[in-house]
C-alpha cells in the first residue's frame, strides 16, 4: 500500500477498512443521534471515551448502543488522560472491556487548550507499542514527533488540523505537508475540521483518512452532515488518485487559437 493512502484499501496495522471517514462519538445530543450519524456516514471505524462505558445509566452510556452495530470497530480512546501512566492504564482498561487492540492514544493535561502531551505521548506510546496494541496517537503537527512515533511503532499518527472543537480548519497544512512527505504509516487528520470542503482538501493533500466528530455532532442534522463528509472524503481521496492538476504562474487557453483564424 502507498503509506500516505495511495491504495484503494485503507488499513492500519493488520485492518482494513472501506471508509476513510473515522467518527467520534462526543457531544451528540443522543445515542440515537449519534447511530444515525454513524449509519449515514459509512464509517467502520468509531472512537469512544472510557468514561462513556457507563452500564448503570444508559443515558450516559454509549457502549451499548456502539457494541450492537454491525461492521462498525470500536476504538477506544484515551481522552481525559493527564499521563503516560493514566493513558496506559486506560488502555488496558478499554482493551478488556471491547476487547479491541486499537487504542487511540490522547494525553492533553490543560483542559483550557487541549493541546496534546508529545512526552507523555511518546512514553505512552512505546509501552502500549510494547503490550500489542494497535496505537494512533493523537498529536500536534511535529513532523519530528511523528516520525519517533513511527520508529517506536505505531500503526499511524493523527496530527490535529486546529484545536479539538475549534473549528478552525486546517490551520496546520504547512507542517502537515512535512508529516505527509515524510511517514510512511497513515496519516490521519485529527481535530479542527468544520467543513465537508476541509476534509476533501486533507484527503487531496495526500492524508490517508480523517476523524470528525464537533462538525458532525452539533450540526443541525447530524445524519446528513456525517453523509455530506463522507461524499466528500471518498472525492478527495478519488480526485488524489486521478491525479490533480499542477497549479501554473500562467494562463493556458483550452481552446488554442486554430490555423484558419490565425492566417486569416
Not at 483542559?111 to 500489542?132: C, N, R, S
Not at 481521496?237 to 488554442?256: D, K, L, N, V, Y
Amino acid at each position: 500500500m502507498d503509506m500516505q493512502g495511495g491504495s484503494e484499501i485503507f488499513k492500519i496495522g493488520e485492518y482494513t477498512f472501506k471508509s476513510r471517514l473515522i467518527l467520534g462519538t462526543g457531544k451528540f445530543s443522543s445515542a440515537t443521534a449519534m447511530v444515525d450519524a454513524i449509519h449515514a456516514s459509512g464509517s467502520n471505524l468509531v472512537t469512544v471515551a472510557l468514561r462513556r462505558f457507563n452500564t448503570e445509566y444508559a443515558e450516559d452510556d454509549l457502549y451499548g448502543p456502539l457494541a450492537s452495530m454491525k461492521g462498525v470497530m470500536l476504538m477506544p480512546n484515551t481522552s481525559g488522560a493527564r499521563n503516560a501512566v493514566e493513558a496506559v492504564k486506560a488502555a488496558l482498561l478499554g482493551r478488556e472491556l471491547t476487547g479491541s487492540r486499537m487504542v487511540k492514544l490522547e494525553i492533553h493535561p490543560n483542559q483550557q487548550h487541549l493541546m496534546p502531551d508529545p512526552i507523555e505521548t511518546y512514553a505512552a506510546a512505546k509501552e502500549l507499542v510494547a503490550q500489542g496494541f494497535v496505537v494512533m496517537p493523537y498529536i500536534a503537527a511535529d513532523p519530528v514527533l511523528a516520525k519517533r512515533l513511527e520508529d517506536v511503532g505505531c500503526a499511524s499518527v493523527m496530527p490535529l488540523g486546529s484545536a479539538i472543537g475549534s473549528g478552525q480548519g486546517l490551520q496546520t497544512s504547512g507542517m502537515l505537508s512535512i508529516i505527509l512527505r515524510e511517514s510512511c504509516v497513515p496519516v490521519i487528520l485529527d481535530a479542527g475540521l468544520r467543513s465537508p470542503s476541509e476534509a476533501a482538501k486533507a484527503m487531496e493533500m495526500g492524508c490517508s483518512a480523517v476523524l470528525v466528530n464537533s462538525a458532525i455532532a452539533v450540526a443541525d442534522n447530524p445524519a446528513e452532515m456525517a453523509a455530506a463528509f463522507a461524499k466528500a472524503v471518498a472525492a478527495g481521496f478519488q480526485a488524489r488518485i486521478a491525479g490533480i492538476m499542477s497549479p501554473s504562474e500562467r494562463a493556458s487557453g483550452t481552446s488554442p487559437l486554430t490555423s484558419f483564424l490565425s492566417n486569416g
